[in-house]
C-alpha cells in the first residue's frame, strides 16, 4: 500500500506539471486553430535560461525566474510575429508543420549552445525529505506541486476575469464578432503566444529541479499531447484535469507493470489511454463537438 501510495503522489506532482504545460497547447489552439509542435522545446528553453543565470551569474533564484519569464514571453513574441503571424489565413495544418519546423530549429540550437549532457539544478528548495504517514515526499516534489496549484487558480481566475483573459477567449469563439467590437486579433495572438511560452517555461524549471535538464526533456511535448487530446483541446479545465489523469496512471503504470514487462510501457500507457478515451468519446472529455479534425 506504501508503494501505491508513492507512485500516486509522484504521480500528482507530475500529473499537474504536465496540465500547466498543456494549458500552452490548449490557448494556442484556442487562439490558432492549430498545435504548436514546438511546445517541447518552449518547455526546454526556460530551464536552460533559467539554470544560466542560477550557475554563471549567480542570481538568486525567484529574481532568475521572473528573468527566465521574461525572456521566454520575448521568444514568444518573436514566435508569433515571424512563424505565425505569415501564416494567419492560412490553413491550420500550415501552422502546424511551421511549428515543427522551429522545433527542430530550436533543438538544434539549444544543442550547439548548451550540449547533450544533463545539467543539474543547484539546491533550490529544502533537502530534507517530508513524510506523510508512510509516504515520503521531497520537498522538491511538494514545492512544485504547490506552486502548480497555485499558478492554475491564478491563470484560472485570469481567462475569466480579466480584460486580456476575456479578449483571449472572445477571439477564440470569433475573430470577426471580437474584431466588430475593436479588439485586436494580432494582439491577442501575441499575448497567447508569449503567455504559452511563460508557461512552458515554468513547467520546465520545475521538472529541471526534479530530474535535471537535458535536450531529452523536450519530449514532454510528445507526453503532454496525450492530455490535451484527452481533456478536448480546446479546454483549459480539460488541460488540468488530463494531466492530473495521465501523470497519475502513467506512474502507477511505471511502477507496477514496467518491471513485468522490462520497461518502456510508461511511455505508451498516455496514448492507450487516449486511443481508448477517444474511442467513446471522440472530442476528449471536455472538448468542444465543433473541433476540427487536422
Given at each position: 500500500?506504501?508503494?501505491?501510495?508513492?507512485?500516486?503522489?509522484?504521480?500528482?506532482?507530475?500529473?499537474?506539471?504536465?496540465?500547466?504545460?498543456?494549458?500552452?497547447?490548449?490557448?494556442?489552439?484556442?487562439?490558432?486553430g492549430a498545435l504548436n509542435l514546438a511546445n517541447g522545446e518552449f518547455v526546454l528553453f526556460g530551464p536552460y535560461i533559467c539554470l544560466v543565470l542560477l550557475t554563471s551569474y549567480?542570481?538568486?533564484?525567484?529574481?532568475?525566474?521572473?528573468?527566465?519569464?521574461?525572456?521566454?514571453?520575448?521568444?514568444?513574441?518573436?514566435?508569433?510575429?515571424?512563424?505565425?503571424?505569415?501564416?494567419?489565413?492560412?490553413?491550420?495544418?500550415?501552422?502546424?508543420?511551421?511549428?515543427?519546423?522551429?522545433?527542430?530549429?530550436?533543438?538544434?540550437?539549444?544543442?550547439?549552445?548548451?550540449?547533450?549532457?544533463?545539467?543539474?539544478?543547484?539546491?533550490?528548495?529544502?533537502?530534507?525529505?517530508?513524510?506523510?504517514?508512510?509516504?515520503?515526499?521531497?520537498?522538491?516534489?511538494?514545492?512544485?506541486?504547490?506552486?502548480?496549484?497555485?499558478?492554475?487558480?491564478?491563470?484560472?481566475?485570469?481567462?475569466?476575469?480579466?480584460?486580456?483573459g476575456l479578449a483571449m477567449r472572445a477571439v477564440a469563439d470569433d475573430q470577426g464578432a471580437a474584431q466588430s467590437v475593436g479588439m485586436s486579433v494580432k494582439f491577442v495572438y501575441?499575448?497567447?503566444?508569449?503567455?504559452?511560452?511563460?508557461?512552458?517555461?515554468?513547467?520546465?524549471?520545475?521538472?529541471?529541479?526534479?530530474?535535471?535538464?537535458?535536450?531529452?526533456?523536450?519530449?514532454?511535448?510528445?507526453?503532454?499531447?496525450?492530455?490535451?487530446?484527452?481533456?478536448?483541446?480546446?479546454?483549459?479545465?480539460?488541460?488540468?484535469?488530463?494531466?492530473?489523469?495521465?501523470?497519475?496512471?502513467?506512474?502507477?503504470?511505471?511502477?507496477?507493470?514496467?518491471?513485468?514487462?522490462?520497461?518502456?510501457?510508461?511511455?505508451?500507457?498516455?496514448?492507450?489511454?487516449?486511443?481508448?478515451?477517444?474511442?467513446?468519446?471522440?472530442?476528449g472529455l471536455f472538448g468542444s463537438k465543433g473541433i476540427e479534425r487536422v
Amino acid at each position: 500500500m506504501t508503494f501505491f501510495l508513492q507512485m500516486l503522489s509522484n504521480g500528482i506532482v507530475v500529473g499537474s506539471i504536465y496540465g500547466l504545460v498543456a494549458l500552452g497547447f490548449v490557448l494556442i489552439y484556442r487562439a490558432s486553430g492549430a498545435l504548436n509542435l514546438a511546445n517541447g522545446e518552449f518547455v526546454l528553453f526556460g530551464p536552460y535560461i533559467c539554470l544560466v543565470l542560477l550557475t554563471s551569474y549567480k542570481v538568486p533564484f525567484y529574481i532568475a525566474i521572473i528573468i527566465t519569464l521574461i525572456v521566454s514571453a520575448i521568444l514568444g513574441l518573436i514566435v508569433e510575429r515571424l512563424v505565425v503571424r505569415p501564416l494567419q489565413h492560412a490553413p491550420a495544418i500550415s501552422v502546424i508543420m511551421a511549428t515543427l519546423g522551429l522545433a527542430n530549429l530550436l533543438a538544434g540550437a539549444i544543442h550547439m549552445i548548451w550540449g547533450h549532457g544533463t545539467k543539474i539544478f543547484p539546491p533550490v528548495f529544502p533537502q530534507t525529505p517530508v513524510q506523510f504517514g508512510g509516504v515520503i515526499v521531497t520537498p522538491v516534489y511538494l514545492w512544485s506541486f504547490v506552486i502548480v496549484i497555485v499558478l492554475l487558480i491564478v491563470f484560472t481566475i485570469f481567462f475569466k476575469y480579466s480584460k486580456i483573459g476575456l479578449a483571449m477567449r472572445a477571439v477564440a469563439d470569433d475573430q470577426g464578432a471580437a474584431q466588430s467590437v475593436g479588439m485586436s486579433v494580432k494582439f491577442v495572438y501575441a499575448v497567447t503566444w508569449s503567455i504559452a511560452a511563460m508557461v512552458a517555461a515554468i513547467g520546465g524549471v520545475l521538472l529541471g529541479n526534479i530530474s535535471g535538464v537535458s535536450p531529452v526533456m523536450a519530449t514532454i511535448g510528445l507526453t503532454v499531447l496525450p492530455v490535451v487530446i484527452l481533456g478536448g483541446l480546446d479546454s483549459v479545465a480539460g488541460a488540468i484535469i488530463g494531466g492530473f489523469l495521465i501523470g497519475i496512471v502513467q506512474n502507477i503504470a511505471g511502477g507496477y507493470l514496467d518491471p513485468l514487462v522490462g520497461g518502456g510501457l510508461k511511455e505508451v500507457v498516455p496514448f492507450i489511454i487516449v486511443l481508448l478515451i477517444l474511442m467513446v468519446k471522440p472530442h476528449g472529455l471536455f472538448g468542444s463537438k465543433g473541433i476540427e479534425r487536422v
